[in-house]
């Protein structure tokens, strides 16, 4: 039978996680990560501490950050009990490792990964946990087998937990990151899982695990693959154009987003998915027959891409 929770070894992981995806991208960038610890003392409203690493103006990635948090808080915020009313004004201690990758290269899609464990302790009952997080990755030109990679390492790291799961995750992961104003994808999806609870701790764990150890092998063979691809003034104009979606669905539709602003976390952190330029235009649409428009009809709707 699955334990109570294991708080600490979860910390100890994300943080070791953080680490090496750090690593690893500084090496492919050749710049380094700014490192800004922080913490809440304890008494007010929020308390914890994190770790944000950032990059700006990267040789590879023009902005990003791979942040870690660990609060503990007095109420639960809306966004956290939208799917569990009954925890309503519990208290709570949410940990996790969030990042956003926007390379400097049109042909390398920007990337997000999220890991995280919440804790609730409702009055008169006992405490509750769940496990959330996934990846998902939005490109400004299409290329197929990227896509089937990207989609096919994330199978690969929910199968050893079901063979249920990733049809399950990859299908919430296309509705989730879906611009419901706009009527379209934000990129290609991957997986996304909240609220999950019914693998217990040590199961829940190891497929929390293994969906974070798999960040780097779905996405450094993409960026290898597209960086040194030649682009110019049109392919960067319209990555910004496409970049004004990301930011629409981040400050609209994302339920991290909202949990961190209503919890009183660290704006400046909370913020860093933002890319660093983006555009927009009034009823503007690619021309028939160009890579643009292939981007459209070809990638942003939801299909089976590892058939």
């Known amino acids: 039978m699955s334990g109570p929770p294991d708080v ?7 943080l070791g996680l953080q680490a090496r995806i750090v690593a690893a991208v500084e090496a492919a960038d050749g710049g380094a990560f700014v490192s800004d610890g922080w913490t809440r003392p304890a008494g007010g409203a929020l308390e914890g501490d994190g770790l944000t690493r950032l990059i700006e103006g990267g040789a590879l990635i023009e902005r990003g950050g791979c942040n870690f948090s660990h609060v503990q808080g007095r109420t639960l915020p809306p966004s956290a009990t939208a799917a569990r009313p009954e925890l309503a004004g519990a208290g709570f201690e949410a940990l996790g490792v969030s990042l956003v990758f926007h390379p400097r290269n049109p042909y390398v899609p920007t990337v997000h990964m999220n890991v995280r464990m919440f804790c609730a302790f ?5 405490p509750v946990f769940w496990f959330g997080g996934g990846m998902d990755l939005t490109p400004y030109y299409g290329f197929e087998d990227d896509a089937r990679h990207f989609h096919a390492t994330c199978k690969d790291a929910l199968a050893p937990f079901g063979d249920t799961l990733y049809p399950r995750f990859k299908k919430w992961c296309d509705e989730y990151f879906f611009l419901k104003h706009r009527g379209e994808p934000r990129g290609i999806g991957g997986i996304f899982f909240d609220d999950v609870d019914e693998l217990g701790f040590e199961q829940g764990f190891a497929m929390l695990r293994s969906v974070g150890d798999a960040f780097l092998a779905a996405y450094l063979p993409i960026v290898e693959r597209r960086r040194a691809l030649a682009y110019g003034e049109r392919e960067r104009d319209f990555q910004a154009y496409r970049r004004g979606r990301y930011v629409e669905f981040n400050l609209v539709w994302d339920r ?16 860093m998915s933002m890319p660093p330029l ?10 028939d027959g160009t890579p643009e428009a292939a981007l459209y009809a070809d990638f942003l ?4 891409w590892i058939a």
């Open 301 to 304: 709707r939801p299909r089976d």
């Open 122 to 126: 409702p009055q008169d009952a006992d």
């Open 8 to 14: 600490a070894a979860v910390r100890a992981w994300l």
């Open 278 to 287: 983006a555009q927009w235009r009034y009823q503007w649409a690619p021309q």
């Open 256 to 271: 991290g987003t909202l949990f961190g602003l209503q919890s009183g976390g660290r704006t400046e952190a909370i913020l």
